[in-house]
C-alpha cells in the first residue's frame, strides 16, 4: 500500500484533499443548517384589510455581504414579502394576470434580516413563492441554506462558518480536478508506454495522428449538426434538391438531443425590398445574394470584395437559386472556422489547445446563430486564424512553400476584405525583422510570400482602380458611412485614412481612448454569454483563462505571433467600434481567445505535474531573467489597464467640454476614474443601467476644462422603485461642489420614466481638473407622528439610484429659479 501511494501521489493527495475538504463542508452544513428553515403558519397577509387566509413563512434570512439582491413573486395568487417587517415585494401572480411580476431590486446590509412570506393562493400550494439571488446571478427558490427559523445568537459565528465552506468547496473542487488531471495523465502514459513497446514509433506516430483527426472529425461533424439545425430552423428547409432536404430534417431531430434546451432559434421575418420579391435576408446578406446573382467575374470591381460573393453564387448555383443559398455559404466558412482554430492552436502550442479550441467553436451559441444569418465575418474569421496558422508554420519551419502559402492565405484575406492589409503587412514584416537568419533568405522568402499575395489580390484592386479610381475602394467606401454616423455630411473626396486623421487632429484624446478600448476590452468583454446555455460558469472561466492565456502569449514566439496578428486584425474597426457596436465586427477575435484559455488550462496542468512540482524545491536556482520578464510583463498590463480605465476617461471629457460639446458622465462600464465612493456596484434594469447610492453621501468626479458656469442635468430616481404611490418622504438631495453648497432636489417619481433634475454649476464652486459632484440623501415631508417605519434599501424611495450626469456648456438661468446658485427643474 505504501508503494502504491509514493508512486501515484499526485493522484492520491488531490483526491484525498478533495474528499477531506467535501467532509468539512458536510459537517459545516449540518451545523449550520442544523436550525434553517422557514417556520409555516396560518395567518393574514400584514398590515392588510383582506382577512383571507394565508400561508406564511417566517424566519431569518442571512446575507454575508452588502449588495443588492433581487426578489421575484411567483406561485398563483397575491404575495406579500416583508423584510425587517416592512413591505419589499408585493403583487399578484398566476395565469389570470395580464402581465407577470417583475423582479425587485432591494439593497441588504450584511448580517440577519426578518424574513415574512404571506402568501393568498387560489389553489394548493407547492412551495414556496419566493426567489433571490444578488444582482447579475441567477435566480433560486428561497431555501433554508441562508434562512434560520430562529435567528442565531453569533451571527459573526455563522458568517465565519459559511466564508469557510465556501473555500473548502474551492479547494474541493481543486483537489478534484487535479486529481482527474493527473489520473488521465497517468492512464494516457501507460497506455502510450505498452503501445509503444508493442508496435514500432512510426506505426504509434500514425496511431496518434489518426486519433487527432478522428476526435477533429467528430468535432467538426458536431459543429456541422448544430449549424444544420440553426438554419432550418431559421430559414425553412431547402426545397431542392431532395437528399439535402432530407438530411436537414434527420439532423434537426438529432442536434436537439445533442443540445442544451436552452438554446432556441426561431423563423427569421420576410422583408420586403423594392426590386424583389420579400425574402428573409436584408442589409449586408440581401448584399451579398444580390451581388451573387449579378457577379459575371470573380475579380469584378465592386464595392464588396469577392470571395463570399462568389461563395454565395456557387451555392446558389448548387441550391437552385434559392436565397437560402447565402447562409449555407456562411455556415460553411463558419466550419472551416472551427477547422482552422484546431490548426492554430496545435501549430502555435499543441493538439490539445487545439481540440479544445476548436470544440468551443463547435458549441458556442453566438458562432453557431450568427453562422447561418449570411454575413461575410465567418469569412474573414476564418481567413485570419488560417493566416495565423500559415504564420505560425513558417517562422516554425521556414521554406519559400510555406512563405508562399502565407502569401497566398494573406492575399485570400485582402478577398474577403480589403483591410486584411492590418495584419498581412505587419506579419510579413516580422517574419523579416524577429527571425534568427540570414537576411538574404529572410528577405527572398517574405519577397515571395508579398508577390503571392499581390497576385491574387492585385487584379481585384486594379479593377477597383479602373473603375472607381480608387484601388482602395471597398475602404474609402464606408468612410462617409461613419462621417453620417456622426453627424457630419458626405464627401465624395473622403477616404478611411482621412477620416481617421481627421478624428486625430479634432479630438486625439477621444481617438487614442476609442482605439485603445477598440484593441482591448470591446472585442473581448462582448463575447462568452455563448456559452451560458451550457453552463452559467463556463463563459465565465473561460473568460479568466483566456486572460491569463493572452498574458502568456507574451513569453513565446508563437504566442506573440497571434498577437500581432490579432491586434493587427482588430486595427481597422478600433477607431469606428462607438459608430457600429455589432458583435460580429470583432468576431474574428474568437478564436484567438479561446486558443489563448485552452493553453492556459493546458500550461496551469503542465505546471501541476510532478516533475514541475518538483522544480518548486529548488525555486532558488531559478535563473533571474524570466522573473524579470514576468515582472515587467505584469507591470506594463497594470500600466495599460490604468491608462486605459483611469487616465483616458477623464481627459476625453474634458477635450468635448473645451469643444463645446455636451459630457455624458454615465454609471456603467469604465467609470473607476468618474464614480467617487458611497455607490453600489451597477445594475440593470430594463434598458437603464445605475448605481445605488448605499451611502446618506456619495460621488460622481466630474472632469471640468476650466473654471466657469456648466449647466448639469442628473438622472436619478428613488430606490427602491415604489411599488404603487410615491411613498410621501422621500430622499431630499442636498447638491454639493467641492464642498460649495449649490443646488437642492426634491425628487419626484413616475414608473415610466427616470427623473431629470437641471442644475447649476457655479463657476465660483468650479475648478479646472477633477470636481467632487456630492449628493447628501436627508429625508424630510413627514412629521414624527406620521413617520412610517424605514428600512434602508427596503423601503420604497429610501435610497437614490444615478444614471448618469450630463454636463452642458452654460445656458441662460430659467425664470424664477432660486435656491444655491441655481434651483433644480423637474423636467418629465
Known amino acids: 500500500m505504501r508503494t502504491l501511494l509514493r508512486s501515484h501521489a499526485f493522484v492520491v493527495w488531490p483526491l484525498t484533499l478533495a474528499l477531506g475538504c467535501l467532509g468539512l463542508v458536510a459537517l459545516l452544513s449540518l451545523a449550520l443548517d442544523r436550525d434553517a428553515g422557514l417556520a409555516r403558519s396560518e395567518g393574514v397577509v400584514p398590515g392588510s384589510s383582506d382577512q383571507a387566509a394565508t400561508i406564511r413563512w417566517t424566519g431569518s434570512l442571512y446575507v454575508s455581504a452588502a449588495a443588492l439582491h433581487q426578489f421575484s413573486l411567483e406561485g398563483d395568487g397575491r404575495v406579500r414579502l416583508l423584510i425587517d417587517r416592512v413591505t419589499a415585494h408585493e403583487c399578484a401572480t398566476g395565469d389570470s394576470e395580464p402581465d407577470p411580476c417583475p423582479p425587485r431590486t432591494v439593497w441588504l446590509s450584511a448580517g440577519f434580516h426578518a424574513i415574512d412570506v404571506a402568501y393568498v393562493p387560489r389553489g394548493s400550494v407547492s412551495d414556496i413563492p419566493v426567489s433571490w439571488g444578488a444582482v447579475g446571478e441567477r435566480l433560486r427558490r428561497l431555501d433554508t441554506a441562508r434562512v434560520a427559523s430562529d435567528r442565531p445568537r453569533h451571527p459573526l459565528v455563522r458568517g465565519a462558518a459559511e466564508r469557510t465552506r465556501a473555500v473548502l468547496r474551492t479547494l474541493a473542487w481543486i483537489g478534484a480536478a487535479a486529481g482527474v488531471w493527473f489520473l488521465l495523465v497517468a492512464l494516457v502514459r501507460g497506455a502510450s508506454r505498452r503501445l509503444a513497446g508493442r508496435i514500432a514509433p512510426p506505426a504509434a506516430a500514425r496511431l496518434r ?21 440553426a438554419l432550418s430552423a431559421t430559414y425553412g428547409l431547402v426545397e431542392s434538391p431532395g437528399w439535402l432536404r432530407e438530411l436537414q430534417q434527420r439532423t434537426a431531430g438529432v442536434a436537439a438531443a445533442l443540445r442544451p434546451a436552452g438554446i432556441a432559434y426561431h423563423p427569421a421575418p420576410l422583408y420586403p425590398h423594392k426590386d424583389s420579391p420579400p425574402t428573409r435576408y436584408f442589409s449586408d446578406a440581401h448584399t451579398y445574394l444580390e451581388f451573387g446573382r449579378q457577379m459575371t467575374s470573380f475579380y469584378a470591381a465592386h464595392y464588396r470584395e469577392p470571395v463570399f460573393p462568389f461563395a454565395t453564387k456557387v451555392w446558389l448555383f448548387a441550391l437552385d437559386n434559392q436565397d437560402v443559398a447565402v447562409s449555407f455559404a456562411s455556415a460553411s466558412f463558419s466550419l472551416l472556422a472551427v477547422l482552422a482554430a484546431y490548426l492554430l492552436g496545435s501549430a502555435a502550442f499543441s493538439r490539445r ?8 467553436m463547435a458549441i458556442e451559441e453566438h458562432l453557431i446563430t450568427e453562422g447561418v444569418t449570411g454575413g461575410r465575418d465567418e469569412a474573414f474569421m476564418f481567413a485570419v486564424a488560417i493566416f495565423a496558422w500559415a504564420l505560425v508554420r513558417w517562422r516554425r519551419s521556414p521554406s519559400v512553400r510555406r512563405a508562399m502559402l502565407a502569401g497566398a492565405v494573406g492575399g485570400f484575406a485582402c478577398l474577403v476584405r480589403i483591410t486584411s492589409v492590418s495584419f498581412l503587412v505587419p506579419g510579413l514584416a516580422c517574419m523579416v525583422i524577429l527571425t534568427d537568419r540570414p537576411w538574404k533568405a529572410r528577405l527572398r522568402e517574405a519577397g515571395l510570400a508579398a508577390l503571392a499575395a499581390m497576385l491574387i489580390a492585385g487584379p481585384y484592386v486594379i479593377n477597383c482602380w ?11 467606401v464606408h468612410a462617409n458611412v461613419y462621417r453620417g454616423a456622426e453627424g ?26 476609442t482605439a485603445l478600448w477598440g484593441l482591448t476590452a470591446n472585442p473581448f468583454v462582448n463575447k462568452w454569454s455563448g456559452f451560458n446555455a451550457w453552463s452559467p460558469a463556463l463563459g465565465r472561466w473561460l473568460s479568466f483563462a483566456a486572460l491569463f492565456g493572452l498574458v502568456l502569449f507574451v513569453g ?39 486558443v489563448a484559455a485552452f493553453m492556459a488550462v493546458v500550461e496551469a496542468g503542465r505546471w501541476l505535474m510532478p516533475a514541475a512540482l518538483a522544480r518548486l524545491k529548488n525555486w532558488r ?11 515587467t510583463v505584469m507591470l506594463l498590463v497594470a500600466a495599460g489597464w490604468w491608462t486605459v480605465a483611469v487616465a483616458l476617461p477623464p481627459l476625453v471629457i474634458r477635450e468635448a467640454l473645451t469643444a463645446g460639446e455636451d459630457v455624458t458622465i454615465t454609471v456603467a462600464g469604465r467609470d473607476a476614474a468618474l464614480i467617487g465612493s458611497g455607490w453600489s456596484e451597477p445594475m440593470e434594469s430594463g434598458s437603464v443601467t445605475s448605481r445605488v447610492a448605499v451611502r446618506a453621501e456619495a460621488e460622481v468626479m466630474v472632469p471640468l476644462p476650466e473654471a466657469r458656469d456648466y449647466d448639469v442635468t442628473v438622472r436619478i430616481d428613488p430606490f427602491p422603485r415604489p411599488l404603487a404611490e410615491p411613498p410621501q418622504g422621500m430622499p431630499g438631495l442636498d447638491v454639493f ?12 417619481w413616475t414608473p415610466d420614466r427616470v427623473g431629470a433634475y437641471d442644475i447649476r454649476l457655479p463657476r465660483t464652486a468650479a475648478r479646472k481638473g477633477t470636481n467632487r459632484l456630492r449628493f447628501v440623501r436627508a429625508r424630510r415631508g413627514q412629521s414624527s407622528a406620521e413617520r412610517t417605519p ?8 429610501s435610497m437614490i439610484a444615478l444614471w448618469y450626469v450630463r454636463v452642458r456648456a452654460s445656458l441662460p438661468r430659467p425664470a424664477g429659479t432660486s435656491g444655491g446658485d441655481d434651483a433644480p427643474a423637474l423636467r418629465r
Open 209 to 229: 495522428r489518426g486519433i487527432a483527426i478522428g476526435l477533429l472529425g467528430a468535432v467538426v461533424a458536431y459543429a456541422a449538426v448544430l449549424r444544420s439545425e
Open 353 to 360: 489547445v487545439g481540440l479544445g479550441a476548436a470544440f468551443a
Open 466 to 476: 479602373i473603375a472607381f479610381g480608387d484601388p482602395l475602394h471597398a475602404i474609402n
Open 488 to 513: 457630419q455630411a458626405p464627401d465624395p473626396n473622403a477616404t478611411a485614412t482621412g477620416y481617421v486623421g481627421d478624428m486625430l487632429l479634432r479630438r486625439p484624446w477621444q481617438t487614442l481612448d
Open 556 to 594: 513565446g514566439w508563437a504566442g506573440r505571433f497571434l498577437l500581432l496578428v490579432l491586434a493587427g486584425s482588430l486595427l481597422p474597426y478600433a477607431v469606428t467600434w462607438r459608430l457600429g457596436t455589432d458583435w460580429r465586427f470583432t468576431e474574428h477575435a474568437y478564436p484567438f481567445f479561446l
Open 621 to 631: 536556482d531559478v535563473p533571474p531573467k524570466p522573473l524579470a520578464f514576468w515582472l
Open 737 to 748: 461642489l467641492n464642498g460649495s453648497f449649490v443646488a437642492r432636489i426634491d425628487l419626484r
Open 790 to 797: 424605514v428600512v434602508p434599501g427596503v423601503s420604497d424611495g
